[in-house]
């Protein structure tokens, strides 16, 4: 399996991005997916996770309210829709997915950067 994230930028606070993970390869064995994110001397830290259904999804308590992850089997896409932005979320987001059989996958990340 192979994650490739895109659509991370610079935005002013207040502002929206939405980030797309596109998977290849075996993505019939992806099951749950989730976006991560690293801030500059931070540890890595999930943001949002979905099922393999999308029926269901979980957020950090930081970005309740204010981002919306959803996926496209049809499209082996995953999305994060980030709005009110503010400079705390100023991170590397990255992609995350877990197979049927446990293996876990990353994508190389993609920088957002939240200017106040």
């Known amino acids: 399996v192979q994650l490739v994230e895109s659509g991370g930028g610079l935005v002013q606070a207040g502002g929206s991005l939405r980030l797309s993970c596109a998977a290849s390869?075996?993505?019939?064995?992806?099951?749950?997916m989730a976006w991560y994110r690293q801030a500059p001397g931070k540890q890595r830290e999930v943001v949002a996770g979905?099922?393999?259904?999308?029926?269901?999804?979980k957020y950090a308590d930081s970005v309740k309210g204010r981002f919306t992850i959803s996926r496209d089997n049809a499209k082996n896409t995953m999305y994060l829709q980030m709005d009110r932005l503010k400079s705390e979320d100023t991170a590397v987001y990255y992609c995350?997915?877990?197979?049927?059989?446990?293996?876990?996958?990353w994508g190389q990340g993609t920088q957002v950067t939240v200017s106040s």
């Open positions: 390869g075996s993505t019939f064995s992806i099951n749950a």
């Open positions: 995350h997915a877990e197979t049927e059989w446990g293996t876990r996958y």
């Open positions: 979905i099922t393999s259904g999308g029926g269901s999804t």
